[in-house]
Every structure is written in C-alpha cells, then in structure tokens.
C-alpha cells in the first residue's frame, strides 16, 4: 500500500509538473504570437501605405491623361476651337499612361508562410487575405490593359496623329520634357530635327478616323483610370479597418495624417 501511495504521488508529481510546463510554455508560445501580430500589423500598415502612395500616383496622373482624352474629343464636336497649341497640348497628353506594380510583399509572405493566422481578428484576417488575391489581380490587370488595350489604341491614334509632322519646337523646354517622359513613345530632340510643314489641326481633329481612334483610345485610358481608382478605395477601406484592429491592441505605429478614421456608429 506504502508503494501504491509513493507511485501515485510521484505520477501526480510528474503529471502537475508536465502540465505547469506545458501551460507555461503555451503562455509565452502565446506572448510571442501576439508580439509577432503586433509587428506584423505595422509592416502590413506600412506597406499597404506605400502601395498607396503608388495607387494614388497612378489614379492622379491616369485622370490627368483621362481629362485630356475628354477635352479634346469635346474639340472634335465644337464649332469654336482653341490655338494650335492648345490642341497640341491635349493630343500629347491623351497619349500618355500611368502604370503601376505591386508593393506589397509582406502581406503575400504572410500567406505562403501561414503566418497570415497569426491576425485574430478573422474580418480582418480574411480581408487582408482577399487583398492578396485583388492585388495579384490589380497587377495582372495593369499589365493587359496596358499592352492589350490601351498601347494598340495608342498606337492607331499615333499612325492618325502622324507624330513626326508635328511641330515639337512649338513646346517650350519644360512643357516638352514632360510630355516626352510621359508619352509611350519616344520623343525626338526638337533641336536636330527638321521643322515641318505647319498642319491644320483643326481640319486633323474634325477627320472621322482622328475621331475614331482618339474614341478607342479615351475608352481605353478611362478605364485604365477606373482601375486605379477601384483598387485605391479599396486599399483605404483595408487600411481603415486595420487601423482599428490596432488601436484596439494598443499597437504602437507611426500614424498619417491621411488616417483620419471616422468613429464607428452606436446602435441604441
């Protein structure tokens, strides 16, 4: 009986001994998965922060062109028309683009890793795992449009436009550099080339294959412009909610001064 209660106390012993550290060991395993939110949530923030930056670049710029797409087909309809070199201006600016590319690495490491599980909160884990799904498809995106729709339109509207009768030494020096680093083709240096003759633009713009082909081409930048916006909002959205997530932690970051975050409304 004496070894019975000696074999019982040491089992009981050894069991209370293996518990307390297998509760010990999953109360630090605990505190390091919390520490390892916390930094991942800001590096997440930070990135999502810097596509942004990009997104928006490109959403700005794309509207820019956009805008002069829109101009200057409102010019193929009116009656009154401005200076040469108004017309000049928005025909160079309808043939330019504003791509962008994926910034966001951590946030796709998270999910090959697993460590995405990491994030309690699972709406939030869930949306920043759809994020990664939209934003390989915002790039994939990117890049047909580019070369699919709107470089084909680009380029039936240059063959319309017979860029190199254009007069280049009409843009001032600044003017010409922007318009040269924006277009998607190169500009030649308006010092060595020849002038040519000077082209009536407003019979150019009024032609029905000028209207044509500048149509398919602000078709094509309005919806590279739409794309960006999408994706820019949605990246706000994300941000927003993953600003709450880490206030609600306690999470120590460096804030914007665009997180302006609207409270969230109380039902009674």
Request: proline fraction near 4%.
């Amino acid at each position: 009986m004496g070894k019975l209660k000696w074999f019982l106390g040491e089992f009981f012993v050894v069991v209370a001994g293996v518990l307390v550290a297998f509760i010990l060991n999953s109360w630090w395993m605990s505190i390091k998965d919390a520490n390892k939110e916390q930094t991942y949530l800001v590096q997440i923030y930070e990135d999502i922060n810097s596509t942004i930056d990009q997104v928006k670049e490109a959403e700005e710029e794309q509207r820019a062109i956009t805008h002069a797409a829109s101009m200057l087909m409102a010019l193929t309809y009116s009656t009154q028309l401005p200076p040469d070199s108004v017309i000049s201006a928005y025909i160079w600016r309808s043939m330019a683009f504003a791509p962008t590319s994926r910034v966001s690495a951590t946030l796709s490491s998270l999910v090959s890793t697993g460590d995405l599980q990491l994030i309690k909160n699972d709406s939030l884990r869930s949306v920043l795992g759809d994020l990664v799904s939209d934003l390989n498809a915002y790039t994939t995106t990117n890049d047909h449009m580019a070369f699919w729709w709107l470089i084909p339109a680009y380029e039936r509207f240059a063959d319309e436009v017979h860029v190199a009768d254009f007069r280049f030494q009409s843009f001032n020096e600044k003017k010409y550099a922007q318009l040269a680093a924006d277009s998607l083709r190169g500009f030649p240096d308006p010092i060595i080339i020849d002038m040519p003759e000077r082209r009536d633009l407003h019979e150019m713009i009024k032609h029905k294959d000028f209207r044509q082909n500048l149509l398919k081409l602000h078709i094509a930048q309005l919806n590279f412009w739409r794309l960006h916006k999408d994706f820019h909002n949605e990246l706000l959205k994300t941000r927003e909610m993953l600003i709450r997530e880490m206030e609600a932690e306690a999470v120590e970051y460096m804030p914007r001064e665009s997180d302006t975050v609207p409270p969230q409304s109380v039902s009674n």
